[in-house]
């Protein structure tokens, strides 16, 4: 005969606190970019560069990656105490870095087929005129990278979340898997980067040799970039918003505390269920099965105490006799 023993606990309704650091630095960021770009669509246009109108559009990508994340950290904090979010508004955030990378592979195929039409059909380019601009947008996104790595340190420890020592490196996805939103546009900014220096390159290769080619290939290469990094951003966004999340290392480590924290074989976890409401914070659903009459929810949480990271649980024991197959 079977008894059920069903409790819930939390800390609180506010599973996470925000990122002001992040949504300062986005912001700023976004400005920046914006403004970077204006100047390369125009100098690309008027001198004739693809590799450079290329840049220009991936920075276009980026200031949208940027607005959405902007757009994501006000409305996260706007809704935070909004009781209709059961596990807060972080998922937000989340949501809006999938939109972003979805968005950033339909760049990355514009991109391409622009440059095999170029290949195709050359045209004359400007390349003193356009190398200086791509140096100048080179400077935009090392300086758009300070600015969002400095979030990004500044954010990681500010203390405002449990800690999670497993969720930084355990399951190899480290600072993205902690802030996606903020990892997204910190990536992007790099890829950016990357892009601009494929421009720098291809004019300068067709400038001192005359490698017009150059500049579609270096292009076709920038938009490889993207698509890469929007794949990997798309992935990881994914994961998150369908609780895949199973495979983390703070999941067994819930296991053995409950398994090896009493009697050794009188207690059995038969159900878990883990998933992220936050950037290191998680919810549970665990029911067990025991011979200890005397468990209690109150005593399994104690075991799981020193994971901080799991703020709401949901427990559920089922009691049976010594007789009785675990």
Not at 27 to 54: D, F, H, K, P, Q
Not at 99 to 126: D, F, H, K
Not at 147 to 157: E, F, P, V
Not at 264 to 269: F, M
Request: net charge negative; hydrophobic share 50%; with cysteine.
């Amino acid at each position: 005969m079977h008894t059920h023993d069903l409790s819930a606990w939390s800390h609180g309704h506010v599973f996470d606190l925000g990122n002001p650091a992040a949504e300062r630095g986005t912001r700023l960021v976004l400005w920046i970019t914006l403004v970077a770009m204006l100047g390369e669509l125009g100098a690309g246009w008027w001198y004739n560069s693809l590799a450079l109108l290329a840049d220009g559009w991936h920075m276009g990508s980026h200031a949208l990656a940027l607005g959405l994340s902007t757009f994501a950290y006000g409305t996260a904090r706007r809704y935070a105490h909004d009781p209709r979010f059961a596990f807060g508004t972080w998922k937000i955030e989340v949501l809006a870095g999938f939109a972003s990378a979805l968005a950033l592979i339909g760049v990355a195929l514009l991109m391409i087929v622009s440059a095999v039409q170029r290949l195709q059909e050359p045209t004359p380019i400007a390349y003193r005129e356009a190398l200086l601009v791509a140096v100048l947008g080179l400077a935009v996104n090392l300086v758009c990278a300070r600015i969002l790595g400095t979030a990004h340190a500044h954010a990681d420890g500010d203390g405002h979340e449990p800690a999670d020592e497993d969720s930084a490196d355990g399951d190899g996805r480290g600072a993205a898997h902690l802030d996606p939103n903020l990892a997204a546009a910190y990536f992007h900014v790099l890829a950016d980067a990357l892009t601009s220096l494929a421009a720098i390159v291809a004019l300068a290769g067709g400038w001192l040799y005359g490698w017009a080619w150059l500049d579609p290939v270096m292009a076709i290469v920038g938009a490889g970039v993207i698509a890469l990094w929007a794949r990997g951003l798309l992935v990881e966004c994914a994961s998150i918003l369908l609780d895949r999340e199973m495979d983390h290392p703070v999941v067994e480590a819930v296991r053995t505390a409950i398994e090896t924290g009493l009697v050794a074989g009188a207690t059995r976890v038969v159900d878990l269920h883990v998933w992220r409401v936050g950037r290191r914070t998680y919810a549970g659903a665990i029911t067990v099965v025991t011979h200890d009459l005397g468990l209690t929810p109150d005593r399994v949480r104690s075991l799981l105490a020193p994971h901080r990271e799991i703020v709401h649980l949901t427990i559920e024991i089922q009691q049976c006799r010594q007789t009785d197959e675990l």
